[in-house]
């Protein structure tokens, strides 16, 4: 059974940064491809990043494009997100998921998820 576990998170001024981390078992991590979301308490989810099972294809939501950068390491089993010049907007429960895919990541193909980690930017 495949588990997802979020670390990194916390609080942090507005201009700093964090990095998340994702520690992936029980599943052949290097096969897949891995993505991050986020939910703001109360709304919906907003997919945030994807990189694909060998981590050279990368894509990113707008919102985020240009701050952030997905990164893994298929020898450690683990998901990365940095995440720099935080803005206040990018308060949320930030969670890792796993696709069906090596190569496409769209909602309905993430099949295992993370219990989430809190990322509050807050001045």
């Known amino acids: 059974e495949a588990q997802l576990v979020e670390s990194g998170g916390g609080l942090v001024q507005p201009g700093g940064s964090l990095r998340l981390s994702c520690a992936a078992s029980g599943f052949i991590f290097s096969a897949y491809a891995m993505t991050w979301v986020r939910q703001v308490p109360g709304k919906g989810l907003e997919w945030v990043s994807a990189?694909?099972?060998?981590?050279?294809?990368?894509s990113y939501a707008d919102s985020v494009k240009g701050r952030f950068t997905i990164s893994r390491d298929n020898a450690k089993n683990t998901l990365y997100l940095q995440m720099n010049s935080l803005k206040l907007e990018d308060t949320a429960v930030y969670y890792c998921?796993?696709?069906?895919?090596?190569?496409?990541?769209?909602?309905?193909?993430?099949?295992?998820w993370g219990q989430g980690t809190l990322v509050t930017v807050s001045s």
């Open positions: 990189i694909n099972s060998g981590g050279g294809s990368t």
């Open positions: 998921a796993k696709s069906l895919y090596d190569s496409q990541w769209y909602f309905e193909a993430l099949d295992a």
